[in-house]
């Protein structure tokens, strides 16, 4: 008499589950809820069901989730911020799976009529109108540059000493924050085409249309990668109209979502890290200086 199998034991069965990937930047958040994305962006908040969704693809660490549209017309490309592109992939893959299969030669419905939008009306109060006066960034700093003159004209009892001073702080911080800001932008494209160089690889990309945004326009390519997948990239972070069919870029294997049409990268480098180092860092050493000179003279005189 054989035994049967013991009820506390079973086979496990492997299924591939995806997961319920959540992108957040700052106020911005987006998440695959009840078959809809679910795009929060501070006070607003879109919900677009796959019904309205044409495809959604990773660009860096954002997310495009590109609506259907008519015959003749582009679709509305929602950008989805976000800090990671290991976690824009997953949301990618997360969309897709839930997307419909559809026939080419079906109808296409206008995506953006399908999307619900929702604004929260925001709440009133003393307590609410005093956190809007330091709810961002932008707030904090403007509200600390105007209290260094007052500070300043506190401290400081010399005419001569105050003037100095106050042309110091007044055009000081402003050079300084902008030196900043370039230096930053510059780093980002540079850490961009690093990869590019040391890495990439090259192929022969088909233009397979534009996607119209703001007055720009960004080039869709579509390629075969080094390990026989066929990708489609929008060309966000080079604008401009391409009129070739097809097309040599560069793309990095680490991260496909890295794409570029530059011929080289070499030249780019050497003469961006040239920038950085022989402009934007004194530059920024003096906007620094400009900004600490004027509180030295204050407290020590």
Known sequence: MSESPSPTHSEAVETPLLADVVLRNGRHSARFSDGSVLIVQGRTTHRIPVAAIERAEPSGGDVLVVLTAVPGRTGEIFRIRGRSAGAAGAFVRTVSAALPVTDRAERRADGAALVQTTVRQRGRGPARALIGLFNSWVKVSCWLYLAGFVLL???????????????????????????????????????????????????????????????????????????????????????????????????????????????????????????????????????????????????TR
């Open 153 to 299: 004209g506190v401290e400081l009892d010399k005419a001569a000493h105050l003037i100095v001073s106050m042309f110091l702080w007044g055009f000081g911080l402003p050079f300084l924050a902008a030196s900043v800001a370039v230096m930053i932008w510059t780093w980002r494209s540079l850490s961009r085409i690093w990869p590019l160089h040391r890495r990439g690889i090259r192929v022969v990309a088909e233009v397979t249309g534009h996607e119209d945004e703001h007055e720009l326009s960004y080039p869709v390519y579509r390629f075969v990668d080094a390990d026989g997948l066929l990708r489609t990239h929008t060309a966000r972070d080079e604008a401009g109209y391409v009129a070739d069919r097809s097309i040599e870029i560069c793309y990095d294997p680490a991260d496909p979502s890295t794409v570029s049409r530059h011929p080289s990268f070499g030249p780019r480098i050497f003469w961006t890290g040239a920038a950085l180092l022989l402009v934007g860092l004194p530059v920024t050493l003096t906007g620094l200086g400009m900004t600490v000179l004027p509180f030295v003279l204050a407290f």
